[in-house]
């Protein structure tokens, strides 16, 4: 049985940063693709990073590449995401998310591929 939980989010100005947590228990990290995905009201739920068991070439959705940082411990079972020069369009439910591995590098990266998932944070920029 897989458990997910998230922190670090909250509420920021526009330009601000905050870094996502999510520590997870149950699993083993080299089995395991491991994302951030996000959903805002009326809109779908939408990847915004996802990285493989060995960290290799993580992946970004296009709006947030380049501002964003996913990574993982795997020796803490944690995943994280920096989240940069936050704008008010990245205001959305944040989750953590977990699936046994299917590909190399975990994608292609719909949350169909994902079983397990947190309860979420909120981020919200003004």
């Known amino acids: 049985h897989v458990q997910l939980v998230e922190s670090g989010g909250g509420s920021v100005q526009a330009g601000g940063s905050l870094r996502l947590s999510c520590a997870a228990s149950g699993y083993t990290s080299s089995n395991y693709c491991m994302g951030w995905f996000r ?22 959705s296009d709006s947030v590449k380049g501002r964003f940082t996913i990574s993982r411990d795997n020796a803490k079972n944690t995943l994280y995401m920096q989240m940069n020069m936050l704008r008010p369009e990245d205001t959305a439910m944040y989750s953590c998310a977990a699936g046994r591995l299917f590909s190399i590098l975990c994608i292609p990266t719909t949350p169909a591929g994902f079983g397990y998932w947190g309860q979420g944070t909120q981020v919200t920029v003004s």
């Open 39 to 60: 959903q805002a009201p009326g809109k779908e739920r939408e990847a915004v990073a996802v990285i493989s068991p060995s960290g290799s070439i993580p992946y970004y």
